[in-house]
């Protein structure tokens, strides 16, 4: 006991306090629980907020990461790299992308994309052309770059001036986006499904549409799948869902299987702007984060059987959470999700249930204040679920 509270007052004492922490410190983790210094189990419907895609230390994950440390941790992007040349390979072989690019995070990742709109519109259009359109509640990241393409204000208070050139519509507002559209725009920069917006879907023809106005408008269209790709969805991407192919794509979460790594994905065309000098990552792409993708990404490639798995649970979750709504309307606004990534909108604040589904051994969280965000392992059993909507049904038994 002893253990925890005093981690926790260090941890209080020695970092910066950039986060609000529920006050446990998890140790272990093997599928979808997670156990804290005090040797209590936690069902993880969290996963480090869709990061661990396998669940937590997945054998083939141990067993990649174990044997590239000891053969060869770190060499320098001066030569190269034999698993982040078979990474690569494997992402451009499943999606609609010629190349890609490796650094070790999503604010890294779209920073690299927003730099590659800036130099393929330069290069094609010249300088003047070079503003990027993102959506109202959007998240893109926290660098200063990726902080002001996220559509939020309470983002950005504290942190003026911001970047020039970005412009704001409402998400799933096609009327809003062509407005928006200038001599100057570049580029139109989305999430598939808005993640820490709340989960939020769009219409099922709005990306097909923004496509189509992107390629009247010669603009190129970048999907932040950071939080949506690596099989969260169904699919392995989300854009797959809308018949789209985007000219960019950038992903992170998913990717690594919990160790840190973000990619860029574009079309032959695009990527062609950036050559020697123009960007780089002194550990993006580095022998063990690509090695742990790439055993991920092989796992959930794997005869589709995940990814089927994912949309059935997906499916099965979203109707059992339906039931939930109709038994308790007055708390529960809305359901909505594609595949394992899930919001239970609430008529109320939500961390006070995340609170006490904590103390009852549940990870959840929480976005945009009153939306439970389901973002569990892929491998994720319907008996866990179960357990979760019971658990839900009596909390909520309980509030109204
Ligand atoms: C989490 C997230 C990011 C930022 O990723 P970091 O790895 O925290 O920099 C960017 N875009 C989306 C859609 C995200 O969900």
Redo the contacts with the bound molecule.
């Keep these: 006991m002893a253990d925890m509270k005093k981690l926790i007052e260090k941890s209080n004492r020695y970092l910066m306090s950039t986060y609000k922490r529920f006050p446990i410190v998890l140790r272990k983790g093997r599928g979808c629980r997670v156990y804290d210094t005090n040797g209590k189990e936690y069902l993880d419907f969290v996963a480090g907020?869709?990061v661990n895609v396998l669940g937590h230390s997945h054998p083939a994950v141990v067993v990649a990461v174990q044997k590239q440390a000891q053969r060869l941790i770190h060499v320098s992007n001066l030569y190269h790299i034999e698993p982040q040349i078979r990474l690569a390979e494997l992402l451009v072989e499943n999606s609609f992308a010629d190349r890609a690019f490796f650094c070790n995070?999503?604010?890294?990742?779209?920073e690299a994309a927003i730099k590659l709109v800036r130099k393929y519109s330069h290069d094609h259009f010249g300088p003047d052309r070079h503003e990027i359109i993102t959506a109202l509640n959007?998240?893109?990241?926290?660098?200063m770059a990726?902080l002001t393409a996220t559509g939020q204000e309470k983002f950005h208070k504290g942190f003026e001036p911001l970047l020039e050139g970005f412009r704001y519509i409402p998400f799933d507002d096609l009327e809003a986006l062509e407005k928006a559209i200038t001599p100057q725009t570049a580029a139109v920069m989305l999430?598939p499904i808005?993640?820490?917006g709340g989960v939020r879907v769009p219409s099922p023809d709005y990306l097909k549409r923004v496509r189509e106005l992107c390629d009247r408008n010669e603009l190129l269209l970048v999907l932040?799948?950071?939080?949506?790709g690596i099989g969260r969805t169904g699919r392995l991407f989300a854009y797959e869902h809308f018949g789209i192919e985007p000219d960019i794509i950038?992903l992170?979460?998913g990717l690594g299987g919990g160790v840190?790594i973000?990619a860029m994905l574009a079309r032959e065309e695009v990527a062609k702007s950036f050559v020697p000098g123009t960007h780089a990552s002194t550990f993006g792409g580095n022998p063990l984060a690509a090695q742990a993708a790439l055993a991920t990404l092989e796992k959930v490639l794997e005869d589709g059987l995940l990814l089927e798995e994912c949309k059935e649970k997906g499916e099965y979750f979203m109707e059992r959470l339906r039931e939930l709504q109709k038994e308790h309307e007055d708390i529960v606004l809305d359901v909505r999700g594609l595949g394992l990534m899930i919001g239970l909108e609430l008529a109320r604040e939500c961390t006070p249930v995340v609170e006490e589904a904590l103390e009852r051994g549940f990870l959840l969280n929480c976005a945009a204040g009153n939306t439970l965000r389901f973002t569990p392992p892929l491998l994720v059993t319907e008996g866990e679920i179960d357990r979760l909507i019971d658990l839900l049904h009596d909390i909520f038994g309980r509030l109204s």
Excluded at 138 to 143: C, N, P
């Design positions: 907020i869709a995070s999503g604010a890294e990742a779209n959007s998240f893109h990241g926290r660098t990726t999430e808005q993640g820490e932040d799948e950071v939080q949506t950038t992170a979460k840190p973000g």
